[in-house]
């Protein structure tokens, strides 16, 4: 650092002293000659009285001029003043600085202040430039009577012999004030040059810390405050080291829990940059140590989507990623975002591959299992329609009746499987077109218009707007709803179909009055073969997949199934689905 700072520090500092030290010089200046010149009036004052009784003892009124002229001069020699007789017509009739012969050519003293002031009041002093002598006078005067004929006695003094005092004071002062700033402004410089040290190794000692040199430290030893700040300095630096040394480890504790997890992590900043990773997620997304750098340079673009969704502080629902191989793996991603205004997103990859396979497995099997058992229940619910025919024994009527009823939910169970298994299989159908709701409605009221009779009404707003489904799937899932709240509503009571519609989705309801769901129900409801208690008490039949089915129904359009239980008395299960299509466009 340069020591420029401290020079203008310095050249204040000496402005300020040199200010100061002219300033209390004029003071000085002033008092001293205000006091030089009191003095002198008093000594004038004194030596016109001593030299007024001194001329009134030794001579007399009657004396000549010339020997009053010759006094004067002697009196004036011993004292150094200048001493003058002015008799009371204001002549100058004797004067120790006027030659004798020059007496009678000088102007009238009675006019002079003070002469006037002698006449008038017995003493008179005065400061006034003589024209007589020419220069710059003090006087004293004083009256003096010689048997009746009054004379004042002047006495006075040159004020340049006051000034050469004054000047020989401040000469000196002078001398010693500058001798003293010279003296001020080496232990200024000195002093400067010794913070500007101190303050240099301070700046030093933090941008070396700032660069990361934790080790350095600053000089104790710096005088006054910056002391203090080198050693607050240090103090920090030891704090930091210290907080270092804790983050570094749990750094690596970290680091290590990363690279020990079972499911990938990923880190992206705020510009969607890949800022760290552990080693499973660059083997499952099949990623190098040094790159990408970006996580829309990955192969799968959804992934940055869910990414920019995150920062922009939106939710981002867990993606499954399918790879096809090989190997062919399936990957949930969950992002979550986390950090302040400038935040990052974390993406946490779990390997779903055994799960799909297993699951796979167990669709493949069900949908298997349930396509061998149609066959022969077909012929053994013919033959036991057969032998109902034939048999005329009331014993056996019964028995048949039993294994009827019993072969016939083997068979719908069989149905809803083989239904299900192909909802989760084709997931996305290409069989959606714009329908109306009232198309929907009146479709799943005329296939139970033969055992409901007029149980069902139908509210429909002004305005609602058709919707793209599959009209096959929607309306199986409607006429499941209907049968689920014939079975669990109450008897000859309405059963209410609703539509209702928002700016992003349709609901197409169906109500029915009876007991509500129990909460912990409820979550459960659209599980597979899932009956709650209720259902079981009032022994009603059925194979607990019809709730199921409509909820992957709706999965599949894009929607979700819901259960309301809002109102008393009332159940009313919900279709929510997209009023655009997430197939493309309908046809």
Known sequence: MRLTVWAAVSFIVAAAMLAALVFMGLVLNSQL??????????????????????????????????????????????????????DEEGRLYADSLVPNKELDGTDDHGRRPEVA??????????????????????????????????????????????????????????????????????????????????????VETAREMAEGRLDRRADRRAPGELGQVARAIN??????????????????????????MSDGVMVMDGEGRIVRTNRRSEEMLGLYPSGPGRVDALRYPELAADCEEVLAGKAAPPRLLHQL?????????????????????????????????????RRDFVA????????????????????????????????????????????????????LARLERDTKSSEFEQTTVTDIFQAAVASRQADCGNRFTVEIPDGTPPLPIDRAAIGGAIDNLIDNAIKYGLPETKITLRAGFDE???????????????????ARIFERFYRGERSRCQGVGGTGLGLAIVKHVALNHGGEALVDCSKQGRVAFILKLPRQSPAGDAH
């Open 504 to 522: 992003n989705f349709i609901r197409l309801e169906v109500e029915n009055q009876g007991p509500p769901i129990a909460l912990e129900e409820r």
């Open 117 to 202: 002031q002698a006449f008038k009041e017995g003493r008179g002093e005065s400061l006034r430039f003589s024209t007589t002598i020419g220069q710059q006078y003090l006087y004293a005067a004083s009256l003096v009577n010689y048997q009746g004929a009054p004379r004042v006695l002047r006495v006075g003094t040159s004020l340049a012999s006051l000034d050469a005092v004054r000047y020989g004071f401040l000469k000196f002062y002078a001398l010693t004030a500058l001798a003293g700033l010279a003296l001020a402004l080496a232990a200024v410089w000195a002093g400067s040059r010794r913070l500007a040290a101190s303050f240099r190794n301070i």
């Open 368 to 419: 298997n299992v349930s396509h061998e058992l149609r066959t022969p229940l077909t012929a053994i619910m013919g033959a036991v329609e057969a032998m109902r025919q034939e048999a005329d024994s009331e014993n056996l009527q019964p028995l048949l009746a039993i294994l009827e009823r019993q072969t016939g939910r083997l068979h719908e169970l069989a149905r809803d499987v083989l239904a």
């Open 33 to 86: 000659k205000n006091h030089l010149a009191l003095e002198k009036k008093t000594e004038l004052a004194q030596a016109a009285d001593n030299l007024s009784r001194l001329a009134a003892r030794d001579y007399d009124a009657r004396a000549d001029r010339a020997r009053m002229d010759d006094w004067a001069k002697e009196m004036g020699e011993l004292g150094k003043y200048r001493v003058s007789l002015i």
């Open 325 to 361: 191989g090989p190997p062919e793996r399936y990957i949930e991603a969950r992002f979550s975002r986390v950090g302040g205004e400038a935040g990052e997103a974390v993406a946490v990859f779990h390997d779903l591959t055994e799960h799909q396979q297993l699951y796979q497995m």
């Open 235 to 260: 103090h920090l630096a030891d704090k930091l080291s210290r907080q270092l040394a804790e983050t570094e480890e749990n750094l690596n504790q970290l680091m290590a829990v990363l690279e020990s």
